[in-house]
């Protein structure tokens, strides 16, 4: 998607952190400064994008600060789309990734085959 486009907190029992909060804490998430730039390309391009893609994505983030876990929702279905943390729409298509390989697959310097909780 980027690349077209150029606190409530409760703990689970793996101690891991589920966040539900409307917006992540500043920090938590290396990976939130993409949601913020699909944002913004959604904010200039919405309609054009929402045309070309026809989808909702979601992406179930783990790996953040003291294990937190974070879902985005990434409407390019409706509207102009969207992009939400902790949203509630129904996805076409869900990926779960860490922090860390997500930011790194949407910077281009991950081989999607071959993320880097598989490397040997």
Do not use: H, Y
């Amino acid at each position: 998607i980027v690349k077209i486009m150029s606190q409530s907190a409760t703990r689970k029992s793996n101690s891991s952190l589920v966040l539900t909060a409307t917006a992540p804490p500043d920090g938590v998430f290396q990976s939130a400064k993409v949601f913020e730039a699909i944002r913004a390309g959604l904010a200039e391009e919405g309609k054009e994008l929402v045309n070309r893609i026809k989808g909702v994505f979601a992406f179930k983030v783990t790996g953040g600060r003291d294990g937190a876990e974070g879902l985005w929702i990434v409407d390019c279905k409706t509207g102009t789309g969207s992009v939400e943390f902790g949203g509630k729409g129904k996805p076409d298509v869900t990926l779960t990734i860490s922090d860390v390989d997500l930011l790194q697959l949407m910077s281009g310097r991950l081989n999607p085959s071959r993320p880097s909780s598989l490397a040997d």
